[in-house]
């Protein structure tokens, strides 16, 4: 790891915020919100439409959120991932980590705008095995 997003999972009880966590077991939302819950990671879930993932509170946007999270994971379509951008750039600290699939030439040129710690096109399932 070195890039200053990954590194954060070093941090001693990171916070990671997955917008587009879902119930749904097919969707990556819940694959990564699971694979991470498992992992010893806390994670919380963002979706607008359900109050709950894998039994735990979700909220519907990343100001509702009651903490501020070290990592935002991005498992969107891309034209949802430039809202969750301007979001995250409002967060002091937080860095955003834009899985496969999440991102296009507009949200990569969005994050060079905003000037925010990104990782993009990388799984964080596959950078966090072995790390707890």
Known sequence: MN???SEKLMLPDPLIAIVGATDAPHKYG???YKDLKRKGFRVVGVNP???TIDGDKAYPSLADLPEKPDIVNVVVPPKRTMRVLEAVAEIPGAAV???PGAADEA???KVEELGLDALIDACIMVQTRGIR
């Open 107 to 109: 949200v990569r040129a």
């Open 49 to 51: 439409t359900r109050e």
């Open 3 to 5: 890039d200053p997003v």
């Open 30 to 32: 819940n694959i990564i």
């Open 97 to 99: 980590w834009i899985q």
